[in-house]
């Protein structure tokens, strides 16, 4: 609307310069009439044109009250949508956190159950580094607690060290399917192998620590042999010997070998209780003395073989 209004102002100034410094003036001094038509005329004309831009103007105001109403329309519609959406959305969750529920459910209801070896190892993983007491398939029982060091792929070791009731360390390697568990009093635990996996002799190491550690060196050199015994086993060809040799520099000192390769360094006392133990437990295993012979030691030792 201001444009035009600038625009009506320049052609009328331009007229009225026209009119007053040509002759035309004089003519406009002659009609009076026509000179007060020219001087109302911007009164009469720029009214005309704010009439008309206002007319427009409300048009134009008007159309954009129904856009915006239309437009308002449009959102209420798109807020009432959305709250549909967050309703369904929700249904939807509640019956999401319902179908996991049950899965879980029928996952619980079809697990598999455990096996007699998961259940063991298990019960064993439980109880690492304490103690049990053993029997073998056939009821007898082993001379001392057993220590339960490691379970693997459901293989459990039971460890015993080299001691009193032991002439050596050995470890003992069972699958968990082929022993029977048994809980006593105060929570310990009774262990029954019905079939070994293996076995190892593991020297004169008083821990299962130990085993890892460098041998020691000697201690005794070896000199002649003052003894030996031989055993077999009936209705096999299963042998085992047992050789005693002193030292050679005449200290109180012997080496007793096992034909397993185990062997074992001390004084007279010490290589007899050794012997002893030994012998017990290849009667245990069923061997029987073949022979035996000793020669001439510097220090008594204190053996007795049985038939």
Not at 110 to 139: F, G, H, I, M, W
Not at 208 to 221: I, T, Y
Not at 253 to 274: F, K, P, Q, W
């Amino acid at each position: 609307m201001n444009r035009a209004l600038v625009i009506a102002a320049c052609v009328f100034s331009l007229f009225l310069a026209i009119a007053f410094y040509t002759p035309l003036k004089d003519f406009l001094y002659v009609h009076t009439w026509l000179l007060s038509t020219l001087a109302a005329a911007p009164g009469l004309i720029i009214p005309a044109l704010e009439l008309r831009h206002s007319h427009e103007a409300n048009k134009l105001r008007e159309e954009a009250n129904r856009q915006r109403e239309n437009a308002n329309i449009l959102l209420e519609e798109a807020n009432k949508h959305e709250r549909e959406a967050n309703k369904y959305r929700e249904e939807a969750n509640v019956q999401r956190a319902r179908a996991n529920e049950a899965l879980g459910q029928i996952a619980v209801s079809v697990k598999t159950p455990l096996s007699k070896a998961e259940r063991n190892a298990e019960k064993l993983r439980k109880n690492l580094r304490t103690k049990a007491q053993v029997v073998n398939a056939d009821d007898s029982s082993w001379g001392s607690p057993a220590e339960i060091v490691e379970v693997k792929d459901e293989v459990v070791t039971l460890f015993t060290p080299a001691g009193f009731s032991s002439s050596s360390a050995f470890a003992v390697y069972v699958h968990c399917d082929n022993l029977e568990i048994f809980e006593r009093t105060g929570g310990a635990l009774a262990l029954k192998i019905l079939r070994r996996a293996g076995d190892q002799q593991l020297g004169q190491i008083r821990s299962w620590e130990e085993r890892e550690q460098p041998a020691a060196a000697p201690l005794v050199s070896k000199g002649p042999n003052v003894f030996y015994a031989d055993y077999t086993k009936p209705a096999s060809s299963e042998r085992r010997r047992l050789d005693i040799f002193e030292s050679a520099d005449g200290q109180n000192a012997y080496m007793l070998v096992r034909s397993t390769g185990e062997v074992v360094y001390g004084d007279n006392v010490h290589i007899s209780r050794h012997f002893c133990l030994i012998q017990l437990e290849l009667e245990v295993q069923g061997f029987r003395l073949n022979g035996s012979g000793s020669g001439n030691g510097k220090y008594p030792l204190y053996l007795k073989t049985r038939t």
